[in-house]
């Protein structure tokens, strides 16, 4: 696993901050980091290369910023690139003023098609719609079973003959079905593969039957460097409008995204991060963006970021973490680095998808708290700082005496500590775990 | 390779049906692995052709770089194998296209070779043996599990499947429709119950009538999902209890799409439920799956089968040798 993208510019440019304008050199030693990154996020070679080209004609000459550094300004322009390039086109779905709107939805085995139709159906309804669901997977094994027991759960009407049913009629007769139950129409379709020529044409053939208002392709955000090829294929055949990515809630970074809107110009409509019917939202460029590039919210926590942990620091820090024996010195250090960034849980809260977000908010450190808790580690002994183990009673007692705290004070602290370690070890986790990202623990 | 190989625990007589099947099948199934592999190597080829066409040029170290990227083995992996390409390339003095390749063939191949021959094998002598099938979602679990269950049968072995995806809507009727095609018993129960007491069922019931090899579907789980990660590992735990050593194979299904994150998943896998093996699925489709080179030099894990189509034949023993030639070169393997 790389480090992330804003560890590596920092490798190439160095701690300055604000030097002038960044010159040709820099910028084509930044492109390689950033071609690295992005292929590592899986994004398609072709789509880096076209990217970083145009990103590379932004880069050069542009001025760097007071406050930050060459690597950050770099990383602020890929990320501006990223969210304009996929924010682009309209996100919303075309509805028709003679109902029903007929959306159809298709792509590759697996990838979520159908849930996404329930979940879109939910999302619609929340809109005062009136969605249909109509089962045209007549293949999969009991394709038609999970999409009636989806409908049943959301509580729309859904068309569903059977498997002996043609796909195309079944379309056709559902969209009829769909005119007199309510005003949108929802097609469920078989996974099939691009390659696929005989199914590829069997959904020509629904188009041309129902003329979908919307047709969505659905793609998961784990799919790799073939997601180009799938997307150009669904696209030629039956001209797409828009995407939905599924599986947002994993730690993919994603990069399927950005190829799939670059190769069809498309633009991605929906996001969906879980199994459960409401893990369904428009899509969010500027969060993707910052997904692809391996952090959080990188740009707010540039312009936080008012002071940077060395890299040495952070790598002694992350393999103690890894080992298990956080301090309550390493703790002090913390607290030193999120007081100058701000509250950690603010800075949490930057971050994606951050697992074990309810644990931090109990570990939520205020300004008066810090100056008690910075008071207390301040009384306890170097040994105890380091094997807080040995702290019984009578010491409890001394430390809370010499920290001007109760008893109660050193013990919630003690206890916040213990469970602070036992998180930050499960997020260090294994090589590349969260850890990386938060600022202070190695990241940006 | 042949199914009967692929297995560990049959019996020496294999039933006259499923032998002659085979020998119909390896005829074919170059055919089609070949003509499926074909439409994935195709671009992948083609981008070879034209850089190789003029020998070994400046760039061409940088070109294949990406095709092995295009490949999604990876920019980690994808240096390797370029380096170790060239230490070879040059110490055999390799001037020609097709020398090059087979020469990338063969590291490909043998980065993907298990230390052990015996290693590659999916063990089914236990009495009866348990086969955990793990994975995220929508790989192609289910789908595995009838397939692997037609071969067994095929084989002379009793499957039995165990429905312990009791969560995703109509699972359980997906399984359900795979043993009846197969012709095998299916444990199931009440969508919602606990996973870990329809196992236990399970096996209780595989030792009743006498199964010899218990298939169990899990539910499709993202390896971020610390409960359901748990949940799993405590249904392994639950087949342990019953079965001292089983599950005998816990096999973990990778999608050929999957990018980058299949190695995070098979590392997740692996550390919850000691995965002892990859299916690589959906190889029927253009996306090549050279993340499994990763999980297989990284993790260790033997990767022992592939998916190439829907339907109850459309799975195969892994062959590395098979599976590297097929990316990168144009000739039918020889033999094998
Ligand atoms: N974690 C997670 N799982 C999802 C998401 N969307 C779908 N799934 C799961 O992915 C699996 C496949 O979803 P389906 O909706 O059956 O996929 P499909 O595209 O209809 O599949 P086929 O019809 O077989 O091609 C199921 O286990 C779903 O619960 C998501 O956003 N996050
Ligand atoms: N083309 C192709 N499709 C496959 C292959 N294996 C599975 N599929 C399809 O992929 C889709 C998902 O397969 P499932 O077996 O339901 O996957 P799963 O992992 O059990 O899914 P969940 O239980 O929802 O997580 C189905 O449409 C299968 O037909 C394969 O090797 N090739
Ligand atoms: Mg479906
Ligand atoms: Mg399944």
Known sequence: MFDSLSERLQGVFGELRGHGKLSEADVDKAMREIRLA???????????????????????????????TPAQQVVKIVNEELIALMGSGDSRLAFSGRPPTVILVAGLQGSGKTTTCAKLARFLQKDGKRPVLIAADVYRPAAIDQLVTLAERVGAPV???????DPVDIATDGVAFAREKGDVAIIDTAGRLHVDDELMEELVRIRKAVKPHNILLVIDAMTGQDAVNAA?????????????????????????????????????????????????????????????????????????????????????????????????????????????????????????????????????????????????????????????DVIDGSRRQRIARGSGTQVADVNRLLKQFREMKKMLKQMAGPKGGLLGKLPGFGGP | MDWHEAFKG?????????????DEERRGLFGRLRENLGKAGGALREHFRTILF?????????????????????????????????????????????????????????????????????????????????????????????????????????????????????????????????????????PGSDPAAVVYDGIAAARSRGAGVVIVDTAG????????????????????KQIPGAP??????????????????????????????????????????????????ELGIPIKLIGVGERLEDLRPFDPDEFARALFLDETPAGS
């Open chain 1, 159 to 165: 068309y569903a003959p059977g498997a002996h049913v």
């Open chain 1, 232 to 388: 150009e294929q669904f696209k030629q055949r039956v001209d797409i409008d828009g995407v939905v990515l599924t599986k947002l809630d994993g730690d993919a970074r994603g990069g399927a995204a950005l190829s799939v809107r670059a190769v069809t110009g498309k633009p991605i409509k929906f996001s969906s991060t879980g199994e459960k019917l409401d893990d369904f939202d428009a899509f969010h460029p500027d969060r993707m963006a910052s997904r692809i590039l391996g952090m959080g919210d990188v740009l707010t926590l540039i312009e936080k970021a008012q002071t940077d942990i060395s890299d040495k620091e952070a790598a002694r820090l992350e393999e103690r973490l890894r080992r298990a024996d956080f301090t309550f010195e390493d703790f002090l250090d913390q607290l030193k680095q999120v007081r100058k960034m701000g509250s950690l849980s603010s800075i949490v809260g930057l971050l994606p998808g951050v697992p074990g977000m309810k644990e931090l908010k109990n570990a939520q450190i205020d300004e008066r708290q810090m100056d008690r808790i910075e008071a207390i580690v301040f009384s306890m002994t170097p040994e105890e700082r380091r094997h807080p």
């Open chain 2, 248 to 297: 005998h194979e816990t096999l973990l299904v990778i999608d050929a799409t999957t990018g980058q994150n299949g190695l995070r998943q098979a590392q997740v896998f692996a550390e919850a439920v000691a995965v002892t093996g990859v299916v690589l699925t959906k190889l029927d489709g253009s996306a090549k799956g050279g993340i499994v080179i990763a999980i297989r030099e």
């Open chain 2, 10 to 22: 049959l019996s020496s007589d294999l039933p006259a049906a499923a032998a002659e099947h085979e």
């Open chain 1, 38 to 68: 992005l292929l590592e996020a899986d994004v398609n070679f072709k789509v880096v290369r076209q990217f970083v080209n145009h990103v590379k004609e932004r880069a050069l000459g542009a001025e760097v910023m007071e406050s930050l």
């Open chain 2, 54 to 190: 003029d020998g070994i040029t400046d760039d061409l170290w940088e070109q294949i770089e990406e095709a092995l990227i295009f490949a999604d083995v990876g920019v980690e992996a994808t240096v390797r194998i370029v380096e170790q390409l060239e230490r070879e390339a040059s110490e055999q003095h390799l001037t020609s296209r097709d020398e090059l390749l087979g020469c990338l063939a063969g590291i490909v191949a043998r980065l993907l070779q298990p230390d052990d021959p015996d290693e590659r094998l999916i063990d089914v002598s236990g009495e009866p043996a348990v086969i955990l099938v793990v994975g995220v979602n929508g790989t192609g679990k289910t789908t595995t599990i009838g397939k692997l269950a037609f071969r067994l049968a095929e084989l002379g072995k009793t499957p039995l499947m165990v429905a312990a995806d009791t969560f995703r809507a109509a699972a359980v009727e997906q399984l359900s429709e795979w043993a009846s095609r197969v012709g095998c018993e299916i444990v199931r129960q009440a």
């Open chain 2, 221 to 240: 789980r993202l390896h971020t999902q610390v409960n359901l990660m748990n949940e799993l590992a405590k249904v392994r735990r639950v087949i342990g």
